[in-house]
T-cell receptor, first 113, second 112 residues
Framework: DTGVSQNPRHKITKRGQNVTFRCDPISEHNRLYWYRQTLGQGPEFLTY????????KSRLLSDRFSAERPKGSFSTLEIQRTEQGDSAMYLCATTPGQPYEQYFGPGTRLTVT | GQQLNQSPQSMFIQEGEDVSMNCTSS?????WLWYKQDPGEGPVLLIALYKAGELTSNGRLTAQFGITRKDSFLNISASIPSDVGIYFCAGQIIQGAQKLVFGQGTRLTINP
């Protein structure tokens, strides 16, 4: 399968714990995005990488959130001191840059209890 | 944040019927994309539109990029059970991050 992959698919954690999600992009896609989707809503942009550089962050990305993309390949999204409001689906999308279509992974469903 | 207005929010139709949904914005976009999302999965790209007035088909799906660049519609002809799901429109500006701005989705339910 050469699509975008995300792990884990589901994560249940207790409030206050740290969690980390991973995204593996489509090979040679140099742009990688993280989005968050809450129930009944469309995805909302969190942050964006071009190769290993994080070039834009949304105001939704509080200081408890950090994302990395070492070597411009896979990316990780870490949430520290999780809160119940962090419960959502976290989606990763990648694109070669041109054409501009973004291809999404299956997402990681986070539940904070 | 910036939002697209997508309508209708939900549709209940009979198998075989045609479906139409649309998306409007107060802002201009360079690209419109339509995605379908099944429960517990990520959005799957259906159609991408790049030019104002463009009409593009993908099988039974047809989408158009509005002339004003502030709207788009998606039609599904002769619906089948596997069309069930949530359909999202997304607008994109081709500069900077090129991030997608999504509508709230249209939930399609089909009665066999």
């Amino acid at each position: 399968d050469t699509g975008v992959s995300q792990n884990p698919r589901h994560k249940i954690t207790k409030r206050g714990q740290n969690v980390t999600f991973r995204c593996d992009p489509i090979s040679e896609h140099n742009r990688l995005y993280w989005y968050r989707q809450t129930l009944g809503q469309g995805p909302e942009f969190l942050t964006y990488f071009q190769n290993e550089a994080q070039l834009e962050k949304s105001r939704l990305l509080s200081d408890r959130f950090s994302a990395e993309r070492p070597k411009g390949s896979f990316s990780t999204l870490e949430i520290q001191r999780t809160e119940q409001g962090d419960s959502a689906m976290y989606l990763c999308a990648t694109t070669p840059g041109q054409p501009y279509e973004q291809y999404f992974g299956p997402g990681t469903r986070l539940t904070v209890t | 944040g910036q939002q697209l207005n997508q309508s209708p929010q939900s549709m209940f139709i009979q198998e075989g019927e045609d479906v139409s949904m649309n998306c409007t914005s107060s802002s201009i976009f360079n690209t419109w994309l339509w995605y379908k999302q099944d429960p517990g999965e990520g959005p799957v790209l259906l159609i991408a539109l790049y030019k104002a007035g463009e009409l593009t088909s993908n099988g039974r799906l047809t989408a158009q990029f509005g002339i004003t660049r502030k709207d788009s519609f998606l039609n599904i002809s002769a619906s089948i059970p596997s069309d069930v799901g949530i359909y999202f429109c997304a607008g994109q500006i081709i500069q900077g991050a090129q991030k997608l701005v999504f509508g709230q989705g249209t939930r399609l339910t089909i009665n066999p």
